[in-house]
């Protein structure tokens, strides 16, 4: 029993500094972080789907490259999340099994479909824009390993946003046809990116822990509305219209007021009946069974190598 260790935890958390995997912590703490990080990791094994789905139609040979080094970060992202969830004890079988079980969340997002070629477009733009104004400030997340696992992760998200916009500006600048795909596709893809960031913050249980902890250091809420500012300019330069009647600045607060969401949806997206939920885990259920003989393969060369470097 390390006696030291919950006042040293204390300490290293009221100097903002980094827990590591041998330090003692509350079991509370190990939790949260296995729960979001594992969700994390999920979210981005299943987050290759939707724009898995249009690899093969990308309309053009450097798209279709791009595009799969996008999906590709994507795999990395979720594999170094996992590594990861794993200092904290958890084996990444179990985290595994959770996700395929449908035990375990992943975002919200990614239970929409992808109908279009804009969509690859508002996915990178909205979807990864999000995700950077939810992650940057977990690059300060208090426990080492998801701090450092996440400064690679928002580098190559901020590359993912990039060429999404830029999907985006082509169609708009392309003919009328590709311009009305490109404002169809925004119209159904930004409430939902809004609602990445989880629910208003009177409706958060885990926030107020999880920032006492220095895990978050923002609150739902506040990304949120960075998120808004931070789109509403691009969206001016791109030419396509937010679909919110509510969206106007507030000269007294220096934001963008935006309408209310349907948390409705929400809930009914995280218990599993939105748009490709059940397409999701069926589909990754398949992956995991196609993999299995990848992992046999692995598990017997590492037995070969452990009896021989035992002889
Ligand atoms: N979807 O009390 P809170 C990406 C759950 S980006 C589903 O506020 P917390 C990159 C939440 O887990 C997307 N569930 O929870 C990419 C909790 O349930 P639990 C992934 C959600 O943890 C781009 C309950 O609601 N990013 O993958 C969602 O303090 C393009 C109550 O909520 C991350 O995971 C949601 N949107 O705050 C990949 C970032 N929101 O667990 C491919 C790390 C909330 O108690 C293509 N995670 N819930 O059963 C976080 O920052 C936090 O976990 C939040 C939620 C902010 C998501």
Not at 71 to 80: C, F, I, S, T
Not at 224 to 235: E, G, L, W
Request: charge should be negative; charged fraction near 25%; glycine fraction near 6%.
């Amino acid at each position: 029993l390390d006696e030291a260790g919950p006042a040293r935890f204390e300490e290293l958390i009221a100097a903002d500094q980094k827990v590591e995997p041998a330090d003692w912590m509350p079991d509370a703490y190990r939790r949260t972080l296995v729960r979001q990080i594992s969700q994390h990791a999920h979210s981005e094994i299943i987050g290759m789907q939707p724009e898995g789905n249009w690899i093969t139609r990308a309309p053009s040979l450097q798209r279709k490259a791009i595009l799969m080094a996008k999906v590709q970060d994507e795999a990395g992202h979720g594999l170094y999340l996992y590594s990861a969830a794993q200092t904290l004890g958890t084996p990444r079988e179990e985290m595994y099994e959770q996700l395929l079980t449908g035990k375990a969340k992943y975002s919200s997002i990614f239970n929409y479909l992808t109908p279009t070629w804009a969509d690859m477009g508002s996915i990178g733009w909205l979807v990864d824009g999000a995700a950077i104004c939810n992650q940057v400030p977990l690059c300060r997340a208090s426990y080492g390993p998801y701090a450092r696992a996440m400064v690679r992760i928002c580098k190559e998200e901020s590359f993912h946003q990039r060429q999404g916009f830029e999907i985006l500006l082509a169609l708009m600048n392309g003919t009328q046809a590709q311009r009305v795909m490109a404002q169809e596709s925004v119209n159904r893809w930004y409430a939902p990116a809004l609602m990445m960031f989880g629910p208003p913050d009177d409706a958060s249980p885990n926030s107020a822990q999880s920032m006492a902890w220095n895990i978050k250091r923002f609150s739902n809420d506040d990304l949120r509305q960075r998120f808004v500012d931070m789109i509403v300019p691009q969206a001016e330069i791109l030419g396509v219209t937010l679909p919110d009647p509510d969206l106007r600045w507030n000269e007294e607060r220096g934001h963008w007021d935006y309408g209310d969401l349907d948390w409705d949806e929400f809930r009914e997206v995280l218990a599993g009946r939105g748009q490709a939920n059940s397409i999701r885990i069926a589909k990754r259920r398949r992956a995991h069974e196609d993999g299995a003989w990848v992992r046999e393969a692995a598990r017997a060369y590492a037995e070969k190598q452990q009896a021989r470097e035992k002889v």
